[in-house]
């Protein structure tokens, strides 16, 4: 069995041997250090090479953004998930921007835990299904974006996308995009082959299959 290798950052002792007791319980998932995010964590990071990392946000002297930033920089392939108490809009933006693959709040059950580790490990997004209010339909929206990063397709392909699910002609949809009949007859084909799919009427279902549209 092939372990899924875990870094916890938290300045709270407590809540890092909780994490560690935790995840124990997982067979697939190991625990190989942990941090409080001190000058030492990108030698220890180093070191440890771990595929998660479990990142809070607010840390004694340094912020957790901050460092999701920097080992964006210095550990592209290593995967960050903020486990933290705040369930505000703005650090979630913060941290979706700062690449992080996942956003769990600490009051989440050790089974939610255990499965956004699995998914981000398998290179999925995950988001904590217990924030709500305001924060949940800015979530709705990060989902749809996480989505459609993954799907290969740019911004105008997907307007055009959105398009022949609603039924536009090939001259409604030049005229709508400024293009000319013959480049969104190109750039149709150029979305069956990323979805692949063989006409409008698969790609449309798998778009939606996806949850693009």
């Given at each position: 069995?092939?372990?899924?290798?875990?870094?916890?950052?938290?300045?709270?002792?407590?809540?890092?041997?909780?994490?560690?007791?935790?995840?124990?319980?997982?067979?697939?998932?190991?625990?190989?250090?942990?941090?409080?995010?001190?000058?030492?964590?990108?030698?220890?990071?180093?070191?440890?090479?771990?595929?998660?990392?479990?990142?809070?946000?607010?840390?004694?002297?340094?912020?957790?953004?901050?460092?999701?930033?920097?080992?964006?920089?210095?550990?592209?392939?290593?995967?960050?998930?903020?486990?933290?108490?705040?369930?505000?809009?703005?650090?979630?933006?913060?941290?979706?921007?700062?690449?992080?693959?996942?956003?769990?709040?600490?009051?989440?059950?050790?089974?939610?835990?255990?499965?956004?580790?699995?998914?981000?490990?398998?290179?999925?997004?995950?988001?904590?299904?217990?924030?709500?209010?305001?924060?949940?339909?800015?979530?709705?929206?990060?989902?749809?974006?996480?989505?459609?990063?993954?799907?290969?397709?740019?911004?105008?392909?997907?307007?055009?996308?959105?398009?022949?699910?609603?039924?536009?002609?090939?001259?409604?949809?030049?005229?709508?995009?400024?293009?000319?009949?013959?480049?969104?007859?190109?750039?149709?084909?150029d979305i069956l082959e990323?979805?692949?799919?063989?006409?409008?009427?698969?790609?449309?279902?798998?778009?939606?299959?996806?949850?693009?549209?």
């Amino acid at each position: 069995m092939t372990q899924i290798r875990v870094m916890l950052v938290d300045d709270h002792p407590v809540v890092r041997r909780g994490l560690q007791s935790l995840l124990s319980q997982h067979p697939d998932i190991c625990t190989v250090g942990e941090s409080d995010g001190g000058a030492d964590l990108i030698q220890a990071v180093n070191n440890l090479q771990p595929d998660i990392i479990l990142l809070d946000i607010r840390l004694i002297d340094r912020s957790g953004l901050d460092l999701a930033r920097q080992l964006g920089r210095s550990h592209p392939d290593i995967h960050i998930i903020i486990l933290t108490s705040y369930d505000d809009e703005t650090y979630l933006l913060q941290a979706i921007q700062a690449g992080v693959r996942g956003y769990l709040l600490k009051s989440a059950s050790a089974e939610i835990l255990a499965d956004t580790i699995r998914a981000v490990y398998a290179g999925e997004h995950r988001l904590s299904p217990s924030l709500g209010g305001a924060v949940m339909e800015q979530l709705k929206k990060v989902n749809r974006a996480w989505v459609k990063s993954g799907s290969g397709l740019s911004e105008q392909e997907f307007r055009l996308l959105k398009l022949i699910a609603d039924g536009a002609r090939v001259q409604d949809i030049a005229q709508k995009l400024y293009l000319s009949e013959r480049s969104v007859k190109r750039k149709t084909q150029d979305i069956l082959e990323k979805l692949g799919a063989t006409n409008r009427a698969q790609a449309v279902a798998e778009a939606f299959k996806r949850g693009l549209l």
